[in-house]
């Protein structure tokens, strides 16, 4: 059966002069608004990347030309998604390398840096932030800012047992924190 259009009606200045329902229910569907398309019509050219890695997102502990570094990048299609349960997963490998109160630095601004960033701040470290472009110049600006937490993460070579469940426990953290908004 075909669905039928609602067509509502505006701006009728007489009292009682309101189309009947049945009126309404048999009107003819509004063509189209012709569009106007061409390349001169362009205001705006918005171009973001996902940093994928075939084996799903770095988090890493390593020193590092004598400074201690957690490494954090390489979410995909998923950072929006990951990224308060994969700051907190990156925290803990700080708690490895620097107590509470001391001085840390996050690079980058996007959703990864940011997350970080305050993440470890509510740990009680003592944050600054470094970043070449600030929001809304970075890619995470871009960004859909949709739930997808397995948007090209990983290919399906690397995604184990072990890697999955790590997934998953980053994925339901950050959902958490999500649902806390
Ligand atoms: C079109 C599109 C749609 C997407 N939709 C979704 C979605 O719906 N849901 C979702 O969960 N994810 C989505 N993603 C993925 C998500 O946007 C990315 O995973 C996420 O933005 C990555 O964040 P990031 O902080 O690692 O990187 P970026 O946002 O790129 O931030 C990197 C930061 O590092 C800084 N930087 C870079 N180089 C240097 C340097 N040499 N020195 C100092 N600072 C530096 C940059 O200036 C920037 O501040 C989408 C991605 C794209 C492209």
Redesign the pocket.
């Known amino acids: 059966m075909q669905r039928r259009q609602l067509i509502l009606a505006g701006g009728t200045a007489l009292a009682g002069a309101l189309p009947s329902a049945r009126a309404l229910d048999f009107a003819a569907p509004a063509p189209p608004a012709p569009m106007r398309v061409s390349a001169d019509r362009i205001v705006d050219i918005a171009v973001?990347?996902?940093?994928f890695r075939a084996q799903g997102p770095r988090i890493e502990a390593q020193r590092l030309f004598g400074k201690r570094v957690v490494h954090h990048?390489g979410?995909?299609?998923?950072?929006?998604?990951?990224s308060w349960g994969s700051a907190q997963r990156a925290l803990s490998l700080v708690r490895t390398l620097a107590r509470p109160g001391e001085r840390i630095a996050v690079?980058?601004?996007?959703?990864?840096?940011l997350t970080t960033a305050r993440t470890a701040q509510l740990a009680g470290f003592n944050v600054r932030l470094?970043?070449?472009?600030?929001p809304p110049?970075?890619?995470?600006?871009?960004?859909?800012?949709?739930?997808?937490?397995d948007?090209r993460i990983a290919t399906d070579a690397h995604a184990n047992e072990a890697w999955a469940a790590d997934w998953e426990a980053m994925a339901r953290a950050s959902f958490k924190v999500h649902q806390s908004f």
């Open positions: 973001g990347i996902r940093p990048y979410h995909g299609g998923s950072g929006w998604s990951l690079i980058g601004a996007g959703a990864i840096g470094y970043s070449r472009d600030r110049q970075v890619h995470s600006s871009a960004a859909t800012g949709l739930w997808t937490p948007s």
